[in-house]
């Protein structure tokens, strides 16, 4: 009997069920790929907290506009393009007054524990 309604049962189960429940979250990132320039310029690897994020924002509002929307695609993030403007320095985003401006350094390059 079940495997009879089994494509009702899924089809359900995609279209009501939230795509948050069904997605898994991801959690903080951390960006340590640079290392030696950061050791250079005195800073700790940046952490994004991309759950935080999620809580606040829709996927669409940062991917595929500001964030290519593939693990690993966005290897070009830089403090100059941040500056620029670009990624996490986007209108929208850290060069707005939104949220915390771009010179509070130590609120994504955090202390060690």
């Known amino acids: 009997m079940l495997s009879k309604n089994l494509p009702i049962f899924i089809a359900v189960i ?3 069920v939230p795509a948050t429940v069904i997605s898994a979250r991801l959690g903080d990132m951390v960006f340590d ?3 030696e320039s950061l050791k250079k310029a005195g ?5 994004f907290p991309h759950g ?3 809580d606040i924002y829709k996927c669409d509002d940062c991917h595929p506009k500001i964030f290519k929307d593939k693990r690993g ?10 500056i620029k403007g670009k990624l ?3 209108p929208d985003c850290h060069n707005s007054p939104k949220t915390f ?3 509070q350094c130590k609120k994504c390059h955090l202390e060690k524990k």
């Open 14 to 16: 995609i279209f009501f």
């Open 88 to 90: 996490c320095g986007a």
């Open 52 to 54: 935080r994020h999620e």
């Open 33 to 35: 790929d640079k290392i």
């Open 101 to 103: 401006p771009l010179f």
């Open 73 to 82: 695609a966005n290897d070009n993030i830089s403090m100059q393009q941040i």
């Open 43 to 47: 800073v700790n690897p940046p952490v």
